[in-house]
């Protein structure tokens, strides 16, 4: 294993490793955050991480160059002495972490995991390397009070990062002391191309919801699971904007599976074409008709990757998990004069995680926490006021990664720029996307139109729901491969839910250079919109308890679709503050309306925040003001977390535009 010369290849370890390091010794650290730099071997006399290339990314053990970053951190690990036989790590918590955070350990010893954390979360000690298979080389979810044996007596020697899947910053290191066994990796084999799912372009679209076996790994059988029109994503709706397109879906689905409801979102459309959780279902064996008119006040809405999918009450994280969730681009043909690049050069990807079966059947996390819910936790005297307070630690993050639906696909590409429109279409997870060979995204836009201005940023962070439009360059890189992977959250937000690490997909640039593509200074002008300067709402989002539990909750508050929580007259504009007053990061949705962001923490937003957006980051403390006008229909919209399982926990609240008074 040698570094085939690849220009960009050191530039890339920077880019996946950066932020890694955090909190650990230095010498340890800074050789993790060296090329590649998760896998360097325990022992002074067994090293080297060669590096390869991009996308075969493996790191052979015992021979080669011995490189210094690996001697240091080999004594920042303390390798001079011998590793115990039995280890434990103690978890303390969201902000403490694990302790300790480097855990040396002999070969063939145990490991034990004990959850402490005051605060009664489950948490996971998953490692970031992966099999063959792609699965983690081990993942052990740990309920509050609970200890735990960790399957590594059969790991070689090496270094094997780890964090909480559920709450990703929460990192440690654990050091195997004994011979290393072949190799160390995260980056999975990338065997099958990306696909993107049929697309749809009728004024009118009908989409049947069935029961279908899709392939999502490459080997072994396809995996069975709700879809729309028998794929996974659902079939991409592409629209020109501003232009009325009405949707039948038909409820074909299973009878158990019951009643569903498709929400457009970022969408603009009546109160009962918005998707209720509670109202206007489709009931099994029946169908319903969505008008979605594409415009606001009768301009067209600004062209953007948009999705939908189901947002059925109590059952929206199972829903989307199972698969009911699809793309829905509008195009405008205003933007053409843009330049930017165009047709098979704009990619739309949706991001999303899930856990499989050895039979590559997906595994059903819902029935897990009902069980949960109704045994032991709520029957036990002394889990009574945990057993809510349990969920937080079983939200459902997967331990795969899927691009358009498949795990580690790659895709051909030419010397050029592409448009890349990526959704994070996951229930839970947040990403922060970054190029492996350290080239920076120039983002456009984001879920809900183009930017005013491009903004070059080395890695973006999406949690769940969230959509960015980028042009990634790959000139001048014929013959090289491209990762797309998401690295641990790199803005240091110290309490913020982490990002997980993962590559991703992999692009392989050769052939004839692309059309030339050029991405202006000026893109899109948000329209002036007179904020008044009260704030109509205060929307606050926490943690809170009742006699049953605690819960995640809006003003106090959990979600009930007969009450309003607040009223606005139609044709008004206000502006709102959406505060987390919880220690957990939220993604919050707004419904409806083109929202602009004021202000993030009293301050101007970040220049990638000053386009319309519908759902924002609220890291724990943290505030945003958004304004919009509330246009064309009256009726109830939905305001809540897009961490589904928070919102089918009741972290969702409503807000009725009304007819204004004369
Ligand atoms: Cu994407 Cu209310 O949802
Ligand atoms: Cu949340």
Not at 503 to 509: K, S, T, W, Y
């Amino acid at each position: 294993m040698q570094n085939r010369g690849e220009p960009d290849e050191r530039r890339r370890g920077r880019a996946l490793g950066s932020g890694l390091g955090s909190g650990l010794g230095s010498g340890l650290g800074s050789a993790l955050r060296s090329a590649l730099g998760r896998r360097l071997a325990g022992r002074v006399t067994a090293t080297t991480a060669a590096l390869a290339l991009a996308g075969t990314a493996v790191v052979m053990m015992g021979q080669g160059r011995s490189g210094t970053t690996l001697e240091a951190a080999a004594d920042g690990a303390g390798a001079q002495t011998t590793a115990p036989n039995s280890a434990t790590i103690q978890i303390l918590g969201i902000s403490q972490g694990f302790s300790p955070k480097v855990t040396p350990v002999a070969k063939g010893g145990t490991l034990t995991i004990v959850n402490d954390d005051p605060d009664h979360f489950t948490h996971s000690i998953t490692s970031n390397a992966i099999g063959p298979s792609g699965k983690p080389l081990f993942d052990v979810v740990v309920k509050p009070g609970a200890t735990r044996s960790v399957p590594i007596s059969t790991l070689g020697g090496g270094t094997y990062t780890y964090v909480c899947r559920f709450h990703g910053q929460m990192k440690g290191t654990l050091v195997i002391d004994g011979p290393p066994d072949g190799q160390i990796s995260n980056v999975p084999k990338f065997q099958q191309p990306l696909v993107q799912p049929p697309r749809l372009h009728g004024r009118h679209i009908r989409i049947v919801m069935r029961k279908a076996k899709v392939r999502v790994l490459p080997h072994g059988p396809r995996t069975r699971m709700l879809t729309f029109g028998g794929s996974f994503p659902g079939p991409t709706i592409v629209r020109r904007t501003g232009r009325d397109t009405k949707v039948t879906f038909v409820n074909h689905l299973p009878r158990k599976d019951g009643s569903v409801t498709i929400h457009q979102h970022g969408g603009h459309q009546r109160s009962k074409d918005d998707g209720q959780p509670a109202a206007y279902l489709i009931k099994h064996g029946r169908k319903r008709t969505y008008d979605f008119p594409l415009r606001d006040g009768g301009t067209p809405l600004p062209a953007a990757l948009r999705f939908y999918h189901d947002h059925r009450m109590d059952k929206t994280a199972r829903n989307n998990w199972f698969g009911l969730q699809g793309m829905f681009l509008t195009t405008d043909p205003r933007e053409r004069r843009l330049g930017l690049p165009k047709r098979k050069y704009d990619i739309p990807l949706a991001v999303t995680d899930r856990t499989f079966r050895k039979n590559n059947s997906l595994t059903n996390p819902f029935r897990r926490m009902a069980r949960e819910m109704s045994g032991a936790m709520a029957n036990d005297p002394s889990m009574s006021g945990m057993a809510r307070a349990a969920k937080p630690g079983m939200e459902t993050v997967g331990q795969q990664v899927l691009v358009n639906g498949r795990f580690a696909p790659y895709k051909r590409v030419r010397p050029g720029r592409y448009r890349l429109q990526i959704l994070n279409s996951s229930l839970f997870s947040s990403y922060d996307f970054a190029l492996s060979n350290g080239r920076p995204f120039t983002q456009i836009g984001t879920g809900s139109g183009l930017l005013p201005h491009p903004v070059v940023r080395p890695d973006i962070l999406l949690g769940p729901a969230q959509r960015a439009d980028v042009v990634v360059d790959f000139r001048g890189l014929a013959g090289t491969k491209v990762l797309l992977s998401s690295i641990p959250r790199t803005d240091g937000s110290p309490n913020g839910t982490g990002s997980r690490e993962a590559a991703l997909m992999q692009f392989r640039v050769r052939g004839k250079p692309a059309p030339k593509a050029r991405i202006p200074f000026s893109l899109a002008s948000i329209r002036h919109l007179h904020v008044p300067r009260k704030t109509a709402k205060v929307w606050r989002f926490g943690l809170s308890k009742d006699r049953r539990g605690s819960y995640w909750s809006i003003n106090g508050k959990r979600f009930n679709p007969r009450r309003v929580d607040h009223k606005v007259a139609l044709g008004s504009t206000e502006r709102w503050k959406l505060v987390n007053t919880s220690p957990f990061t939220h993604f919050v949705h707004l419904h409806e309306e083109l929202w602009r962001t004021l202000k993030r923490d009293g301050h101007a937003p970040p220049p990638w925040e000053r386009g319309y957006e519908d759902t924002w980051r609220l890291d724990p403390g943290e505030s945003v003001v958004v304004a919009a006008r509330f246009t064309d229909y009256t009726g109830k919209f939905m305001i809540h977390c897009h961490m589904l399982d928070h919102e089918d926990d009741g972290m969702m609240a409503t807000f009725q535009v009304v007819e204004r008074k004369h």
